[in-house]
């Protein structure tokens, strides 16, 4: 079994910035894959970014130059710098990651708001 706990989000003004961290814990795994979604008010979650264990990332054309995914393997943590953000941001977003055994787990989400 794998823990996530997500932190960081919060109310910014458009044009702010925010990083998101995801803390995975448990035992016996390792982790592949790692990611971020977000899902905002009558929509379909959908993939912000997301980042290999090599460090391969894939971002959505709406975040592409604005967010930057990261992560390091020794904490097991992932993390999302999202930067110029804009009301169309406004969302839960959800820590995503992957094991070498393909087992997925999710985050409880942390609400990420852009508002003036």
């Known amino acids: 079994q794998v823990q996530l706990v997500e932190s960081g989000g919060g109310l910014v003004q458009p044009g702010g910035s925010l990083t998101l961290s995801c803390a995975a814990s448990g035992s016996g795994f390792r982790l592949s894959a790692m990611g971020w979604y977000r899902q905002a008010p009558g929509k379909q979650r959908e993939l912000v970014a997301s980042?290999?264990?090599?460090?391969?990332?894939n971002y959505a054309d709406s975040v592409k130059g604005r967010f930057t995914i990261s992560r390091d393997n020794a904490k097991n943590m992932v993390y999302l710098q999202m930067n110029s953000l804009k009301p169309e941001d406004t969302a839960v977003y959800y820590c995503y990651v992957e094991t070498t055994l393909r087992f997925g787990y999710w985050g409880q989400g942390t609400q990420v708001t852009v508002s003036s």
């Open positions: 980042i290999t264990s090599g460090g391969n990332t």
